[in-house]
């Protein structure tokens, strides 16, 4: 027992020392390791693509283990400093001897050039509305330049000059740095608002109204309903009095941003109602005097018109005419009646056509006395004052004219010859009155006694 507790103890304790000896080297060599290993403040890193960040540019501190970045957490092979960064790919940080273990991942974001078309084209009313600010580009603080590097940011304020190439850069909002650049080719559309009348006047025509294509403005035009509406009308749209329309300018692609505004009027044709016709009898010319000519017209002409013709009318519209100035022999009289109130619609005109009939004359009374045999007489030549010819008698006569025959005819009477006079004139008659007398009857044929007078009746006689 002694010997084996003298043997075995001395190896027991050194054993047992041993091993705590190594436990702590081993521990104060692993938390050498770790206390070696790089660590990495910014897990995102950032870069623009002007910089041409490599593996080189990534950015870990080294705690004295060296660093070394991997494609995986997992693989061995570390990446090679100059190799370049790929944007939205994430690295791994290790020790050089990549003994770290768990390793840290950065995920890597490389800005480039802004993203927009590289040919735009920028449409305004006047030149000085193309600016700097009228260009698209999507990006981050967005710059634009005159050159493809190098230079000042140009204001936003910076009237453009036609086909003219600018370029546009994005800002890391993480760095500041800024990205390559975006060219873009410019050209401008210079499309003003059009000029016209703010009122258009048209005239009212219902077998061809106005339209849209009436409208009258500078340049090509759209014209809309209203100053937003995005519908152009169709030129064919016919015009609605009292409407407001709207016209811009187009230059393909280009339409003017601002529009012209016009009012419609569209003014009722001229209305000079239809022709009329008066007739006045020849005796009425001293009695009537005065007559207005507005009062012949047929239909409903507006009271705005002037009158022309062979007399000097009087108050205006109504067209007051003078009868004494008229004549038998200058009849007909023809007045014409002009109205242009709608300056956009033709004039419109009618006439008033005055007559001046003559009074008829049937001659005047006369009386007649025939004999039973005496021949036919024509009773128009029995009238007197020279009467006109084409009247009729009545009662009727058996010759069917103004013969009468007594052997025909009744036994005289009043025959009356009546001439029609054209209305407003008055018929004219007048009579001629027939007596017809019998044949005196001698008797038979005899012997007349012989007579002796006595001596007084022969006294007598020779007195």
């Known amino acids: 027992m002694g010997y084996f507790y003298n043997i075995f103890f001395p190896y027991a304790l050194k054993k047992l020392v041993n091993s705590k000896l190594l436990l702590i080297a081993l521990l104060l060599t692993g938390s050498s390791v770790i206390a070696q290993c790089p660590t990495v403040t910014n897990l995102s890193q950032t870069f623009c693509d002007i910089q041409s960040p490599t593996i080189a540019s990534l950015q870990a501190i080294d705690n004295g283990g060296g660093v070394a970045w991997f494609a995986t957490d997992s693989s061995t092979t570390p990446l090679a400093p100059g190799l370049g960064l790929v944007n939205g790919e994430d690295y791994f940080a290790d020790s050089s001897g990549g003994n770290c273990g768990t390793r840290i991942r950065v995920v890597v974001t490389i800005y480039s050039a802004p993203t927009g078309q590289n040919f735009q084209g920028v449409c305004v009313d006047f030149p000085s509305q193309a600016t700097i600010a009228s260009l698209i580009a999507i990006g981050n603080n967005v710059q634009w330049y005159n050159v493809p590097s190098g230079g000042s940011p140009l204001a936003q304020s910076t009237i453009l000059v036609p086909n003219t190439i600018y370029y546009a850069s994005q800002t890391n909002p993480d760095t500041g740095c800024q990205t390559s650049r975006l ?47 995005a519908l152009p009308l169709e030129l064919n749209t016919p015009l609605i009095d009292g409407q407001t329309y709207y016209a811009t300018t187009v230059d393909p692609p280009c339409e003017s941003d ?46 705005t018109g002037v009158w022309t013709g062979p007399f000097i009318t009087s108050n205006g519209s109504l067209g007051t005419l003078d009868l004494t100035l008229l004549s038998l022999s200058g009849s007909p009289y023809v007045f014409t009646y002009t109205v242009e109130s709608s300056t956009e619609c033709p004039p419109a005109s009618a006439t008033v056509t005055v007559t001046i009939n003559p009074i008829p004359n049937a001659g005047t009374d006369n009386s ?12 128009f030549t029995q009238l007197g004052n020279s009467p006109e010819t084409g009247g009729t008698w009545s009662p009727a006569l058996a010759s069917g004219t103004g013969v009468f025959d007594p ?57």
């Open 258 to 303: 601002e529009r012209l505004e016009v009012l419609v009027s569209i003014q009722p044709q001229n209305n000079a109602g239809s022709n009329g016709f008066v007739s006045f009898c020849e005796d009425d010319l001293a009695s009537t005097n005065f007559v207005d000519l507005f009062d012949f017209l047929g239909g409903t002409p507006f009271n």
């Open 368 to 379: 007649i006395v025939l004999c039973e045999t005496s021949p036919a007489v024509d009773l």
């Open 183 to 229: 060219s873009v080719f410019v050209s401008v559309g210079v499309v003003p608002v059009p000029n016209g009348d703010a009122i258009q006047t048209f005239c009212q025509n219902f077998s061809n109204p106005p339209t849209v294509a009436d409208l009258n403005a500078s340049g090509n035009n759209n014209w809309y309903l209203t100053s937003s509406s």
């Open 407 to 463: 052997s025909q005819d009744a036994a005289g009477g009043v025959y009356t010859y009546t001439l029609i006079g054209t209305p407003p004139c008055a018929n004219s008659t007048a009579s001629v009155t027939v007596t017809v007398n019998p044949t005196p009857n001698p008797g038979e044929a005899g012997v007349t006694p012989h007579f002796v007078p006595t001596l007084r009746q022969m006294i007598y006689s020779i007195i």
